[in-house]
């Protein structure tokens, strides 16, 4: 069974602070991670990738890292926005045989940026 | 690029009535995926059908039940419904024969009164 875990729940930061968000999984042996953006009431959002082979993308002032041995996972944001205030989920995929791969979220942090 | 399709995108029920709701896959696309989101909680895997046959089930009621058809679209049925049904439903749909990447539709709100 794959756990996913997110640190912190809340964040809170003035505009054009660079910031870290953090995400642990339990199953190490993961194929990929994904980055979801989510607002209020609204779909989910991909933001960025990482297969298992690869240690880090970037999408503009996304930077998303992995390192399996350890099980975890950073979201980097740089120079942040007001506009980034969303929930930020870390989803592992778990397999739980053949070829099905479902989604294990982990519970979000909440990033809020203040003007 | 086609996206995962859902609908109706929003939905509003009285207890004990019945909701569908519909998921049209990426083309070749093969596997399709059920998420329930309730307020203020991470989504939370419900069903997944792998080439028209369940592949694997997680924390969906027994008063729901869900099949893929032979256009891979997807169905998730709903009866009995209750209160704490209300949430935002995700399907996702992947390919098999690619990186097992899954893409999430925008999601179907049902509201149950």
């Known amino acids: 069974k794959q756990e996913v875990t997110q640190i912190p729940a809340a964040l809170s930061v003035p505009e054009g602070e660079n910031l870290v968000l953090n995400c642990s999984f339990t199953?190490?042996?993961?194929?990929?991670l994904q980055w979801f953006r989510q607002d209020p009431g609204k779909g989910l959002t991909s933001l960025l990738l990482?297969?298992?082979?690869?240690r880090e993308q970037t999408s503009g002032r996304l930077n998303a890292s992995l390192d399996k041995s350890s099980g975890r996972s950073t979201l980097y944001i740089a120079a942040s926005q007001p506009g980034d205030s969303a929930t930020y989920l870390c989803?592992?995929?778990?397999?739980?045989?053949?070829?099905?791969?479902?989604?294990?979220f982990g519970k979000g942090t909440l990033l809020t940026v203040n003007p | 690029a086609a996206g995962v399709i859902q609908s109706p995108r929003h939905l509003i029920k009285e207890k004990r009535e019945t909701a569908t709701l519909k998921c049209y896959p990426i083309?070749?696309?093969?596997?399709v995926y059920w998420y329930q989101q309730g307020p203020g909680q991470d989504p939370q895997f419900l069903i997944s059908?792998?080439?028209?046959?369940?592949?694997d089930k997680g924390s969906i009621p027994d008063r729901f039940s869900a099949q893929q058809f032979s256009d891979y679209h997807s169905e998730l049925n709903m009866s009995s419904l209750e209160l704490g049904d209300s949430a935002l439903y995700f399907c996702?749909?992947?390919?098999?024969?690619?990186?097992?990447?899954?893409?999430f539709g925008a999601g179907s709100r049902l509201t149950v009164l």
């Open positions: 989803a592992a995929p778990f397999n739980s045989g053949g070829s099905n791969y479902k989604l294990t």
């Open positions: 990482i297969q298992s082979s690869q």
């Open positions: 083309p070749r696309h093969d596997t």
């Open positions: 996702a749909s992947s390919s098999s024969s690619g990186a097992n990447v899954l893409t």
């Open positions: 059908f792998y080439e028209k046959m369940q592949s």
């Open positions: 199953d190490s042996a993961i194929y990929n």
